[in-house]
């Protein structure tokens, strides 16, 4: 059970410390995929907030029109949707902050880079099309579902994102994959799932091990904790995707 909250945000944009951004827009606190190994659950300490990440959700119902008073000031810049939350979370197919955000951006031709676990994103298709620079990301960590649920419990299934990667790339939309963090996984067959739709790759290993350590105990994980099992993988999605001259990042 999510229990959503609807918060007025003192601030819709903040400064990206990653150096291909320029800025960042998160329309929600909290995130409804619940995902164990989850970094942005530091943000609960920030705020004084002391419910499980995963459990609740803050709308920011007013960050449309903060987003719009903050672009008629801010320099152009690259603005990243999202790093501490996901823009297509569940409570955004009734709350649509993410596509108000977006036709924002797109009235101030700004160019945007979009991270997600979900397929809801397709929805916005519209939109997307109309950006000069648009890039959108599918984050998948695994081939295999049962690896899914334990790790990120209320996410769209796998089979659901891949398609999602796909229909992108047929409408034109530049895409990437995230494999962040690498979860159990046989690496050649994710990396053959993903290859056709993906115009660049990104992958990361689990840097987040005293969250989800139980996780892999309980389930006689270990082994895929080990610095062996995520060089291999790296280097079987190397293999496959510069075959076909597309860029991995590692
Ligand atoms: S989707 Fe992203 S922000 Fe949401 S819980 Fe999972 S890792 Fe955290």
Redesign the pocket.
Known sequence: MIRVSEIEAKSALTRSRIPSLDFCLNPYFG?G???R????DFMCRFRKRKER??SFVDVKTNVPELLERQLRRRPPGRVSIST???PY?PVESKYRLTRRCLQTLLDYGRRISILT?SDLVLRDMDLLKQFEACEVGL?ITTDNEKIKKLF?PN?PTIRRRIKALEKLKEQGIVTYAFIGPLLPANPAKLGEMIVPFADSLLVDRMNYRSKVVRIYRQNRLERFLEDDYFDAAAETFEKIFENKQIEVVW
């Open positions: 995130c995929h619940g995902c190994y989850c970094y942005a990440w995963g501490v939350t996901d979370q676990k984050t990120e996410s």
